[in-house]
């Protein structure tokens, strides 16, 4: 029975590390597509095409529309506002699971440091 339970925390231990990685890889995915979407509104602001009176931006993957650039700093902006909430969200989820994990008392997994004196005591 002690076993069991010991495996059975051992598998929550390891699936709350499994989502604190994904969760950290998704807040790099996120923060990387914020800083592209930061880039684009400032061509659109201050470089090449803060002259243009229409752009194509990407929507959602793999599809292409022309707005006005009025129209696409606003929808790039309301894109920016979607992953900082996701982002945080992350954030909050996998500080969670971090204090989750902290908390398991994992008796019969105390493992000490050897002290110098046990070294020691070894290598006569």
Not at 5 to 29: G, P
Not at 61 to 73: E, N, T, Y
Not at 87 to 104: A, C, F, H, P
Request: charged letters at 40%; one cysteine or more.
């Amino acid at each position: 029975c002690i076993i069991k339970k010991k495996k059975l925390v051992l598998a929550d231990r390891e699936r709350l590390a499994d989502e604190i990685f994904m969760n950290k890889q998704a807040v790099i995915d996120h923060d990387r597509k914020r800083n592209a979407n930061r880039e684009g509104i400032n061509q659109l602001t201050r470089g090449k095409l803060k002259n243009e009176k229409k752009v194509w931006i990407m929507t959602g993957g793999d599809m292409f529309i022309k707005l006005p650039v009025k129209d696409a700093k606003d929808y790039i902006e309301k894109d920016q506002k979607v992953l900082t909430e996701k982002i945080d969200l992350s954030r909050k989820t996998m500080k969670e699971n971090v204090q989750k994990l902290e908390g398991y008392d994992m008796k019969g997994f105390d493992l000490k440091s050897i002290t110098s004196e046990d070294l020691y005591d070894i290598t006569k």
